[in-house]
């Protein structure tokens, strides 16, 4: 893509740069936080520093803000898996085929979760492993992150509300903005209360019935299977709800009304699963963290902190900076 196509996409995303990467994120770990065991919740919070409510929330970001620093470079294909397929006809999700070298979210999530059980690691890579499951859990439950077309959407022009949008943008934030009536710029609240309303649903609502088949796919034994599973279950989405009628056919389309209504109920059962999820993986990480720490007889790991950049992020909730 040229450069000058770019910067107008960058433009055009802009008044939602918080995106999936706020609202949805924010909200996945929320409600995570609320199906925890309390094991879990014990051990997450000393080990990420925080005894406050949102002890999840407000590091279910961290992993954007580091993916385009010097430093967290190494980490930009863990977002998301490119699904070459081609919608709306065949959705399909194949390892081999859509990984890239560098890593997609279905080798990060394996691999962070692996670190997150290892008790040689000191606890701050265990911490920063902990942070990027929860982000990446929540990754995977986008749509357009299990996707190929036009780098996920994001080449793709639409209308909302008669304004132009790329099309990712319109999955991270558009459709739950609008879903929620959210105004202004300050998500976390905004996901804080969701992450309620979404509970009560999980717990006794529309999702009581089938939340526990949202565990059916889910081997703590086989990390990359799980994630397979959970990211093709995803993609077909694209095929049903976000190019219904093929990439071609959605350009410059206004999506803000009928297309919306069909889209929000998908997104927003896909923020409850995630959540959901992601308290469960917790659990089975943390438990089995603890048994092999009992049991572990090698060398303490040194607590050799190695700087991170953006460590100061931690301490801020996302949607106030
Ligand atoms: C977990 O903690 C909550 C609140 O602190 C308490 O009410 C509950 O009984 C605990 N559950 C278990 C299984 O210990
Ligand atoms: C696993 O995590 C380590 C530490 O962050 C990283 O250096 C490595 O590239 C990761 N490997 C994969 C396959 O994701």
Not at 34 to 54: I, M, R
Not at 247 to 256: D, N, Y
């Amino acid at each position: 893509m040229k450069l000058s196509n770019a910067v107008a996409f960058s433009l055009v995303s802009l008044p939602g740069a918080m995106a999936w990467g706020g609202l949805g994120h924010v909200t996945t770990a929320y409600i995570a936080s609320n199906f925890v065991a309390n094991t879990t919740e014990a051990y997450l919070k000393q080990l990420l520093g925080s005894q406050d409510a949102d002890y999840m929330a407000k590091v279910a970001s961290w992993a954007d803000s580091i993916r385009y620093t010097k430093w967290g470079r190494f980490t930009s294909t863990f977002h998301f898996i490119d699904a070459h397929d081609s919608p709306p006809e065949d959705c399909n999700v194949d390892f081999e085929r859509d990984c890239k070298e560098t890593g997609c979210v279905i080798t990060a999530l394996a691999n962070y979760t692996k670190q997150s059980v290892d008790p040689s690691l000191p606890a701050w890579r265990r911490a920063q492993a902990a942070k990027f499951v929860i982000h990446f859990v929540g990754d995977l439950h986008q749509p357009l992150h299990n996707e190929d077309v036009a780098r996920g959407g994001n080449g793709i022009h639409v209308l909302w509300n008669g304004r132009e949008f790329n099309l990712h943008h319109v999955w991270d934030s558009s459709i739950t903005e609008k879903w929620l009536g959210m105004r202004g710029r300050k998500p976390y609240r905004w996901a804080e209360k969701w992450s309620k309303d979404l509970t009560e649903k999980i717990n006794s609502g529309i999702y009581a019935d089938e939340k526990g088949d949202w565990l059916a796919d889910l081997d703590f034994s086989n990390p990359e299977e799980t994630a397979l599973a959970w990211s093709r279950e995803c993609n077909k989405l694209v095929c049903q709800y976000v190019f219904p009628e093929g990439p071609k056919a959605i350009a410059g389309q206004e999506l803000s009304g009928e297309y919306y209504e069909k889209a929000a109920p998908v997104l927003e059962k896909q923020v409850a699963r995630a959540g959901y999820r992601m308290a469960a993986w917790l659990d089975k990480i943390v438990d089995q963290y603890l048994k092999l720490e009992a049991s572990y007889t090698g060398e303490l790991p040194t607590e050799d902190y190695i700087e991170e950049p953006l460590d100061e992020f931690m301490e801020e909730p996302i949607g106030e900076l």
